[in-house]
């Protein structure tokens, strides 16, 4: 009978990337990819602003299916966007599961600043202008 040394116990090959199973902080991180964002300090600069821009569009895409009515080319759309949104959003589930620290808060932080521009009511209180002499509001 031949056997492989180089076989683990449930008959895996043993793995050189160490998964975490706690929330660490270090730039020495794998999101997505082996490798990815490596060791370099830029790379996981980088990954992080992807991260926070993904949870960003979540948002949006969820304010902007929640303002359309129904019809029937507007239902295409809207399953589309929801397509869209769904992959976004596991993305950045299997991004927060690296454990890495800095990624859980980019995805927050992107989650946060979306729904404050895009889900609460911020930027149509921005649009809206008072006039003082009439009293009238109108927006914009």
Excluded: Q
């Amino acid at each position: 009978m031949m056997t492989n040394s180089s076989m683990t116990m449930t008959g895996s090959p043993p793995s050189s990337t160490k998964m975490h199973m706690t929330f660490y902080w270090s730039k020495n991180a794998t999101v997505f990819f082996t490798g990815f964002p490596g060791t370099t300090t830029g790379l996981y600069i980088l990954c992080l602003v992807f991260i926070f821009v993904m949870s960003l569009l979540v948002e949006l895409l969820s304010s902007l299916s929640r303002h359309r009515r129904m019809k029937l080319s507007s239902s295409l759309i809207r399953t589309l966007i929801y397509g869209v949104r769904m992959g976004l959003m596991f993305l950045v589930m299997l991004a927060t599961m690296s454990f890495n620290v800095g990624v859980l808060l980019a995805a927050v932080a992107g989650h946060t600043m979306g729904f404050y521009f895009f889900g609460s009511s911020a930027l149509t209180a921005l649009d809206t202008k008072h006039d003082i002499g009439t009293g009238s509001t109108e927006i914009c």
